[in-house]
């Protein structure tokens, strides 16, 4: 009992940054039919800038915030200098665009900081909480909370507020939604800007229990790229659930068979995903671009 609970935990923890990562393509791919691989990238600036920002003496609260805007400006930058000017090109250009930025940013990282692993300090220490026999990091509650705050906000936003009502207007019929007046180029580049900010703090949140680096962002983006596919391309509920699900299921994996081939589920569930059931779980609103 104690075994499985202790995989339940890091699988939940790991899922949850998925289920962040998930969530930044859903948003994006929702308001433009772009899916951005630059995604991952985002989670590594949020991380290393808090680290590099709080080594220059900011306090980590401050730290943390200036990270997150860094990184909403750099998601602001790569639609306005990157996808804006081809908003007209074909779904595979734009997808080549989004890895191509990728690199670019993974590149500047590697100049601008370093080539190395960096970890946070623990938000509220590093003394496991014990539960039936298994233990869980404080950190690990600020990771899988955070995400369902972000969940939680990004519902009431979405829900309640005209702004959030005008992406889901533009998601659903962009042609529709500038016929009424809603700017759909201003809700595209709020899109970016949200996803990265969404990425940042995921990055924040799980720097002090995985280490963060220049190159972490490339294997997150395919596992949230995976986690998106699961539950169902374009549905928030669904990347949520997603990640989770591959959280999950590397854990057990991990335990129960090896954690040599701990990375390769993700990619297993892809190859799943797109021959089983290519709609996702929860069904996707549309599939012509993944």
Do not use: C
Not at 46 to 60: C, E
Not at 76 to 90: C, D
Request: hydrophobic share 60%; glycine share 12%.
């Amino acid at each position: 009992m104690a075994e499985l609970l202790q995989f339940i935990f890091s699988g939940l923890t790991v899922g949850a940054v998925y289920a962040l990562v998930a969530l930044g393509f859903t948003i994006i791919y929702n308001a433009s039919d772009v899916v951005n691989f630059a995604q991952g990238e985002f989670v590594m600036l949020g991380g290393m800038a808090t680290v590099f920002l709080a080594a220059a003496g900011l306090p980590l609260p401050l730290a943390a915030i200036a990270a997150v805007i860094i990184t909403v400006a750099v998601g602001l930058g790569l639609y306005l200098f990157a996808i804006k000017p081809a908003r007209g090109a074909s779904a595979v250009t734009l997808i080549i665009i989004t890895i191509g930025a990728s690199i670019a940013l993974r590149g500047a990282a590697q100049i601008v900081f370093d080539k190395q692993f960096h970890r946070l300090p623990s938000f509220s220490g590093d003394d496991p909480i014990h539960i039936l026999g298994a233990t869980i990091l404080p950190q690990s509650l600020w990771v899988i909370g955070g995400a369902g705050v972000i969940l939680a906000a990004l519902w009431w936003f979405f829900r309640v507020t005209l702004t959030g009502k005008a992406v889901l207007a533009t998601a659903a019929n962009r042609l529709a939604a500038s016929l009424v007046g809603i700017d759909t180029r201003f809700v595209v580049g709020l899109s970016f800007a949200l996803s990265a900010g969404i990425g940042a703090i995921a990055g924040i949140l799980v720097a002090p229990i995985t280490l963060t680096s220049y190159e972490v962002g490339t294997m997150l983006a395919l596992k949230g790229f995976a986690a998106a596919m699961l539950g169902g391309m374009g549905n928030p509920i669904g990347a949520v659930a997603g990640g989770l699900l591959i959280g999950l299921l590397e854990a057990f994996g991990a335990g129960y068979l090896s954690s040599t081939y701990k990375d390769a589920f993700a990619f297993v569930v892809i190859l799943l995903v797109l021959f089983v059931m290519p709609g996702g779980l929860f069904g996707a609103r549309s599939v012509e671009r993944v």
